[in-house]
């Protein structure tokens, strides 16, 4: 895979309740697209940036749920929250090949189309090819490329632009019992990347963009100051980088949504974000 196949593409995010979900984080004040339903049982709102994007998933039609989206019924089984993280791909098929030759054992290439509202009324369809690549250790913890076919069905100026100043994905942080376990190594063969590895156990992987974070859950509570969930390993959060934090203030105050604020970030707790801490920062 090239150099742009590393970054994170976007992350997903599955809640029980899609439309509270939305509403929770349009009051944060994120830019949040139109509902659109996939052919398989699933729906899902985008918060766009400029190069990554969140998926809020939620299921809406669980007769039609095939092997693949079914794991995001089986997720709600355990907790809500980040679900999953993509990989951009321009050839799905090629790259797949590659994450066979780096060990993984990707599925077969999987793809689907959505239909899209466009802000200025136009109807269009994102088309998308998928290819998973999952650690079986670790189940709430997936993995995949993602081609969107048609550009201007997804990354639309008007849905990259948020009043709370949010501009783009800076970090990825999970939990796990042994950072240096099964987990590292899917990530070294899924990004193609080496790994950092500091006193505390913490293991970072960086992309272009962004990083991914494995902490182990002593860690995680000094870090944040709340306990990790019982079932690991597990995504716990996201970093967002806005455009200044007294913009992002004025709306994460406006919305209601309980916040803690410090020099440097302000963080939104699980309870408070369908499962995911947020941890917004310049």
Do not use: C
Request: without cysteine; aromatic residues 6%.
């Amino acid at each position: 895979m090239g150099r742009a196949a590393r970054d994170i593409d976007h992350v997903m995010l599955i809640s029980r309740d899609l439309a509270l979900a939305r509403s929770v984080y349009e009051r944060m004040g994120f830019t949040v697209t139109p509902l659109t339903s996939h052919p398989h049982g699933t729906a899902n709102h985008l918060i766009m940036f400029q190069h990554d994007f969140i998926e809020l998933l939620g299921v809406v039609a669980p007769e039609r749920l095939d092997s693949r989206s079914a794991a995001a019924q089986l997720f709600l089984r355990v907790r809500e929250g980040l679900a999953a993280v993509a990989l951009p791909t321009s050839d799905a098929k090629r790259d797949r090949e590659a994450l066979i030759r780096r060990g993984l054992d990707p599925s077969d290439l999987y793809s689907f189309d959505r239909p899209v509202t466009l802000p200025d009324g136009r109807e269009t369809r994102a088309i998308v090819d998928t290819v998973w690549a999952s650690e079986p250790s670790a189940p709430l913890v997936q993995t995949f490329l993602s081609r969107q076919h048609l550009a201007e069905a997804i990354w639309v100026p008007e849905w990259q632009v948020h009043p709370n100043g949010a501009r783009a994905i800076a970090w990825l942080t999970l939990v796990a019992d042994d950072p240096a376990a099964a987990l590292e190594n899917h990530f070294a063969a899924f990004l193609d990347a080496e790994v950092l590895r500091d006193a505390r156990g913490r293991r970072t992987f960086a992309t272009p963009r962004g990083e991914i974070r494995i902490l182990g859950p002593d860690d995680y509570q000094a870090t944040y100051g709340t306990p990790a969930e019982a079932t690991r390993p597990y995504i716990a959060g996201m970093g967002i980088r806005v455009t200044d934090l007294e913009t992002l203030v004025t709306h994460i105050r406006a919305s209601g949504v309980p916040h803690e604020r410090s020099s440097q970030a302000v963080r939104v707790l699980p309870d408070s974000a369908h499962g995911a801490l947020l941890e917004f920062t310049v």
